[in-house]
């Protein structure tokens, strides 16, 4: 055997479960499609990190649903993001929040990357780039992992290969090809967390320059009302509401329908109708004036006046016009990946194929926005370093 244990895959998963494997004194090697490591963790947030949530672990395996939370109930209750936070702080890099949302206190995914990179090469854990591995084969006591070049022997093979978006950050789905090849089982990947684009007259394509509106809600046919920001930018809607009801419909395996926003949650129509009618004796007909002083922003007052005549009750549930979601290669995160049902949760380890591991975006789970997706790379990982040592 060339060494204990293979690691496919630099990202977010595969670089933290190296770190635990190094300081687990277990000997492994990480393989790498590209010429660097953890290109999409350093898209995160713009660079900025998100890399977890603040809260007990129930909150946050709440904010994941089912069936994600009952698979990430061991991996999350053993390491939340306080405890991914504290072992940042242990490791030297400084965290703050912001809301209940954790970075790094640079603000900058480059130190995250760097972290990990630096405790790799202090423990002498070899990182090998340029090396898709194209083949992983069941041997006597373990596995023969292939890349076109290179052919390595190990007694556990960790699948950290990520999910289907953003291609070109080497994640590509080849997790579900491995998987399929040896005889698991995998869900169809979907786009979660992924932009609207509407129609090109609708109101809400104000054209160039981006516009954030704070809080809204964002409902489609058989979604709640999902809370957030809402970011428009020529006829495209993104921000944490319209990111987290794609998942919702992604996990749902419904399609987007109906999309509407409220402009002024928590705000009830009867209070807004006094205040409408105020608007119209100072301001007569100019709407634009009117839908600015029931808070709306004045460009998007503006757009609203000109393109629509809508009732008042339209700024509680805007409807947006042909809303479509972008595809899977934009999305955020990717909905599916390989079956949770072949992999136990206490330990991530294959049901069927003792000795494969798996961890983060390439097996079948997912969160909202706010750091969890990072929460659940690093979180399983983790774990599965653990169920190594056991
Ligand atoms: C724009 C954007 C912003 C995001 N922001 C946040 C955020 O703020 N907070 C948050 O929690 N999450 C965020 N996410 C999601 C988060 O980045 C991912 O969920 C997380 O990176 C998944 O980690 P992973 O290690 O499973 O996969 P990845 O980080 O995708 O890593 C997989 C690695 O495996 C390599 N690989 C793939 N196949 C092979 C192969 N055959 N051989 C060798 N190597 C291979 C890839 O090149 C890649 O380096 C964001 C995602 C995007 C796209």
Redesign the pocket.
């Known amino acids: 055997m060339n060494t204990d244990l293979l690691i496919?895959?630099?990202?977010?998963?595969?670089?933290?479960a190296a770190c635990q494997a190094a300081f687990a004194g277990i000997r492994c090697v990480v393989?790498?499609?590209?010429s660097?490591?953890?290109?999409?963790?350093l898209?995160?947030?713009?660079n900025?990190?998100?890399?977890?949530?603040l809260g007990s672990a129930d909150e946050l395996l709440a904010a994941y649903g089912e069936p994600v939370a009952s698979f990430l109930s061991p991996a999350v209750r053993a390491m939340p993001s306080t405890a991914v936070a504290r072992w940042f702080e242990r490791m030297g890099l400084p965290v703050k929040r912001n809301g209940q949302?954790l970075y790094p206190a640079s603000e900058r995914g480059d130190d995250v990357l760097h972290l990990f990179l630096d405790i790799l090469r202090e423990r002498q854990v070899p990182v090998v780039y340029h090396?898709?591995?194209?083949d992983i084969q069941r041997i006597e006591g373990g596995f023969r992992v292939s890349?076109a070049s290179l052919q390595l022997e190990c007694k556990r093979v960790l699948l950290?290969?990520?999910?289907c978006?953003?291609p070109k950050?080497?994640?590509?789905?080849?997790?579900m090809?491995?998987a399929e090849r040896l005889g698991l089982k995998t869900e169809a990947p979907r786009a979660g967390?992924v932009a609207v684009e509407c129609r090109q007259d609708d109101a809400l394509n104000l054209g160039r320059g981006e516009l954030e509106l704070p809080e809204v809600t964002a409902t489609g046919a058989g979604t709640p009302a999902i809370p957030g920001n809402l970011v428009l930018e020529e006829g495209v809607l993104r921000g944490s509401a319209v990111y987290d009801l794609t998942r919702f419909l992604a996990r749902k395996n419904l399609p987007l329908k109906n999309l509407t926003i409220d402009f002024l949650p928590g705000k009830p129509l009867d209070g807004l109708s006094k205040r409408w009618e105020m608007l119209c004796q100072r301001h007569g007909d100019n709407d634009a004036l009117k839908f600015n002083g029931m808070g709306l922003p004045p460009r998007l007052a503006q757009s609203l006046a000109q393109y629509r005549d809508f009732p008042l009750s339209a700024l509680k549930a805007y409807p947006v016009m042909d809303a479509r979601m972008r595809p899977l290669r934009?999305?955020?995160?990717?909905v599916g990946g390989i079956a949770l049902e072949e992999f136990n949760p206490k330990t991530m380890e294959c049901r069927k194929i003792p000795g494969l591991y798996a961890?983060?975006?390439?097996?079948d789970i997912?969160?909202p926005?706010?750091?969890?997706?990072?929460?659940?790379?690093f979180a399983?990982?983790a774990l599965a370093v653990q169920g190594m040592k056991g």
């Open positions: 496919i895959g630099a990202g977010a998963a595969g670089l933290f393989l790498e499609r590209r660097r490591a953890g290109i999409k963790l898209m995160c947030a713009n900025r990190c998100n890399f977890g949530h949302r090396c898709s591995v194209e890349s950290a290969v990520g999910g978006s953003y950050t080497g994640s590509m789905g080849d997790g090809i491995f967390l934009e999305a955020i995160v990717t961890a983060g975006e390439c097996l997912d969160g926005t706010g750091g969890y997706n990072l929460e659940a790379a399983t990982a």
